[in-house]
């Protein structure tokens, strides 16, 4: 099953490569693809959270046998729903590609293999495959920006690469070490491994920080989060879809995975680190959105500040032995799902906003709720949800990562709660200089979406809501997989 998931978008490419011919076909193509691998991946969140306990639909194979290397997947608790949202922000990215005209076939293939490369991350345990499919996700994403993006596009997909493959860098190194130390590269067995006196050949806190730089460069956080604005600003739409919906939460994932459940007690150590990085990045990220004049570079920069609350949950297992509270990294975990949904909506709206007025210039716009009454409608919908709106989704995730991290760091939560006051100013000012107002005569030819381009509207709306109303069907999930580490945590 797993296999599927995560091969599907991979085949769907190569037919697109060797065999099929016409855009429209190709478009087409490409939209089933990501609806059957969207149906695969709630099949395995079904399956998984019928029986919530370890890893399920483990598939195990010996790979290179003399390095110990296996093809090993499986899904969690923390796994299973990242699984879900990548094919619910595949999909997505699929359908508001719909405009696409130029090298139709060869974009099509490079954003289905970004699926199978993202979908990977997330359940492999072997770390060898992990890695692979962290690196995997660099070439689509560096060919979509710099090809099909717009203004500095190849000095903002090499600036992307360049950050990235820095922090990969030092996660290579990492793996190796930790394989030279403990003979496996088995994710479920490494926690026990290191947890073995002398077993590592270099400190534990200077694995820990190996593998912290890689993730948060991708999350990411102050003061390697420069690229992310460039990136969003330049890439198409859908690009920008993946990015902020799945590609940030590798980070968040990898912190949780690797760097908490690897290293429990370096983490409880270094929790200041992270609370003190989770802070700035809020509030830097949110006053600088509060600056930005460009509608995606506004969603990009809010987005600096969105993942700081992952952060700031994580930092919450800062609490002395004994008190570790798994409210926190619950929150955290929503937080990468919800935030996902949100701003992937966001950047829709904004790329089918930039399609029909040619221009993301927030000054210039104006009063399009008049023309696009459905998009405006959906668009107050992400924005509401973003700034925290109670009965939304944002909502539930921001008050898990306060009530985790308020219990441990009473004065830096309290202060992260600015972000959420300036959150609703930038957004709130953002729906106001964009929809309202008369009615521009620029854009008296302004057209509402197609009914193609309103799925992944409706879709992303659907499930904005449904977490909002009804958390319980993530937070059960997630709280699966962090209820162990919690337990290490109070009792080493």
């Known amino acids: 099953m797993l296999s599927a998931v995560v091969f599907l978008p991979l085949a ?71 699984v879900l949202l990548t094919g619910l922000l595949g999909m997505s990215a699929a359908f508001v590609s719909w405009g696409i005209q130029t090298r139709v076939r060869e974009y099509f293939v490079w954003l289905l293999v970004l699926q199978t490369a993202v979908m990977g991350v997330f359940v492999s345990l072997d770390f060898v495959l992990f890695f692979i499919f962290w690196e995997l996700e660099l070439l689509p994403m560096y060919m979509l920006i710099s090809i099909w993006g717009s203004g500095r596009k190849e000095y903002s997909a090499m600036k992307f690469l360049i950050f990235t493959v820095s922090g990969s860098a030092f996660m290579l190194v990492g793996l190796l070490v930790l394989y030279f130390s403990t003979g496996t590269f088995d994710m479920r067995e490494l926690p026990e491994q290191i947890d073995l006196a002398g077993k590592l050949l270099v400190p534990a806190a200077t694995l820990f920080f190996a593998f912290f730089v890689a993730f948060s460069i991708k999350l990411p956080v102050w003061p390697v989060h420069t ?21 940030l939460k590798m980070g968040g994932y990898g912190l949780i995975r690797i760097c908490v459940t690897m290293f429990p007690e370096v983490t409880r150590d270094y929790a200041w680190l992270l609370v003190t990085l989770a802070v700035v990045s809020i509030l830097y990220g949110a006053t600088v959105t509060l600056r930005q004049t460009d509608l995606k570079r506004l969603i990009a920069y809010s987005s600096v500040s969105h993942m700081g609350f992952v952060m700031l949950g994580i930092s919450s297992v800062g609490g002395v032995a004994g008190s570790v ?35 993301r210039h927030i000054p210039d716009l104006g009063g399009l709720a008049s023309q696009m009454p459905f998009t405006a409608a959906v668009f107050v919908v992400a924005g509401l949800a973003s700034l925290g709106l109670p009965g939304l989704s944002g909502f539930v995730s921001e008050v898990l990562v306060f009530i985790g991290a308020f219990s ?47 799925v992944p509207m409706v ?30 945590m109070q009792f080493p």
């Open 408 to 454: 441990v760091w009473a004065w830096p939560t309290a202060a992260a709660v600015i972000g959420i006051i300036l959150a609703a100013g930038y957004i709130l000012w953002m729906i106001q200089r964009v929809l309202t107002g008369p009615s521009l005569e620029r854009y008296a030819q302004v057209k509402e979406v197609t009914i193609v381009e309103a």
């Open 12 to 82: 769907g490419a190569l037919v697109i490569a060797l065999i099929l011919r016409g855009d429209r076909l190709v478009r087409w193509f490409a939209v089933a693809v990501t609806v059957a691998d969207l149906a695969l991946a709630g099949v395995v969140f079904g399956m998984y959270f019928q029986d919530r306990a370890g890893f399920r639909l483990v598939e195990q194979h010996t790979w290179i046998e003399p390095l110990n290397i296996q093809y090993l997947m499986a899904v969690d608790g923390l796994s299973a729903p990242l």
């Open 325 to 359: 509270s798994s409210v926190g990294l619950n929150g955290a975990a929503m937080q990468m799902f919800t935030h996902g949904t949100i701003t992937g909506l966001l950047f829709v709206v904004a790329g089918l906003i930039y399609e029909r007025t040619h221009t």
């Open 459 to 488: 879709v992303l709306v659907v499930a904005i809501v449904v977490v909002g109303l009804y958390p319980g069907v993530l937070i059960d999930s997630f709280d699966a997989a962090i209820a162990p580490i919690i337990l290490e």
């Open 227 to 247: 690229w992310l604005p460039d990136a969003h600003t330049d890439a198409p739409t859908a690009v920008s879809v993946m990015l902020a919906g799945v590609l």
